[in-house]
């Protein structure tokens, strides 16, 4: 059996502005469960770097230890990868964006990598606002190890063997805001329609953007009395918007119907446009979106869309005044720039 999928490819694929078909963004096949919700994010990925028009070569696909940490094989296959030690995905990707600022880093995580183990590291790579996207497949549980119950799972969920969970879940939509993430989404996996777009926006928001999405794990975890099972999330899913990405050279068209329609502008022009059906929340208010997270918990929801986003932060490389230029392509110039210089940075040391 072989995990590559065959070269050929149909003569009239559709192409985009890079001349590219959607196989030259694609990966090997999949080594998981038949169904899971972690193909159809790898999917969406796909669709939103296809359409986005970007460059496979500039993409840095980031990863820990997990299920979830194994799907960049199954995505982006031209592009560069780097699968880290358990929970330590984000100060790898710290120090590769220092390092080289010009890639788009996308970064795959798990409930377990992120939310248990990798939680120190989660929490200061939002804090930082280290410009990147980082994308949580939450299942609620441990896949690889038989299923137990994560630090995301509900308090009360049952999971396979029968047993209810004793504890509070971790809400990490809410714990990205406190600790002043710049763009938080939640979405689910069988909702692609919604995932694309906040993909698209995720990847052109200068600096930290979260993207938790509800994935069920059809082995461990879709069974009744689970809050992470397919029927659970689609008979509780509360949508705050329709969302649609719009890049910089397309029109932008606004229908007035019975929703509120906002229009947030991205750092590099392109636009996204909320069709709200939440009168009561505002996307650029912390408060309004921590005050529609508590209700959603108190009601059994599950808040879907673009739930926070912060335009005017800056990101990491910004902060620091690091060089545009990757640190390989600097030359002895830039690298020893003279004794006279020297000393002025030792005087202001001392």
Not at 241 to 252: A, G, H, N, R
Request: glycine fraction near 8%; aromatic fraction near 6%; proline fraction near 4%.
């Amino acid at each position: 059996m072989t995990y590559i999928k065959p070269k050929f490819a149909h003569p009239r694929l559709p192409k985009n502005e890079l001349g590219f078909t959607r196989k030259e963004y694609e990966g090997s096949l999949s080594t998981l469960c038949a169904g899971c919700g972690h193909d159809s994010i790898s999917a969406a990925i796909v669709d939103a770097c296809f359409e986005m028009n970007i460059e496979p070569h500039r993409v840095a696909k980031m990863s820990g230890i997990g299920c979830s940490s194994k799907t960049p094989a199954y995505f982006l296959s031209n592009s560069h990868g780097f699968n880290s030690v358990h929970g330590r995905m984000p100060s790898v990707t710290t120090g590769a964006n220092l390092a080289n600022r010009s890639m788009i880093y996308l970064g795959v995580s798990g409930d377990g990598d992120t939310a248990s183990i990798g939680m120190g590291q989660f929490a200061h790579v939002v804090r930082r606002n280290l410009n990147m996207t980082y994308i949580v497949m939450n299942n609620g549980c441990y896949g690889l190890t038989k299923g137990q119950d994560s630090a995301t799972a509900d308090y009360g969920s049952v999971n396979k063997t029968g047993n209810m969970n004793s504890f509070e879940g971790i809400d990490l939509c809410a714990l990205a805001i406190e600790l002043g993430a710049t763009f938080v989404a939640q979405s689910f996996s069988g909702d692609k329609g919604q995932l694309i777009p906040i993909i698209k926006a995720a990847l052109s928001h200068s600096g930290f953007a979260l993207i938790n999405v509800v994935s069920p794990c059809v082995t461990f975890n879709n069974n009744q009395g689970s809050t992470k099972s397919y029927d659970y999330v689609r008979e509780h899913n509360e949508t705050l918007s329709s969302l649609d990405f719009v890049p910089v050279k397309e029109e932008i068209l606004t229908d007035y119907d019975h929703t509120k329609v906002t229009m947030v502008e991205m750092h590099d022009g392109s636009m996204i446009k909320l069709n709200k059906l939440s009168p009561e929340w505002n996307p650029e208010d912390k408060l309004s979106i921590m005050t529609a997270l508590h209700k959603a918990r108190e009601k059994h929801e599950i808040l879907t869309g673009l739930l926070y986003i912060d335009n005017q932060s800056t990101e990491l490389n910004e902060l620091l005044n690091t060089t545009s230029v990757p640190l390989n392509q600097l030359t002895e110039k830039e690298l020893c720039p003279g004794s006279a210089i020297l000393e002025e940075i030792c005087r202001g040391l001392r």
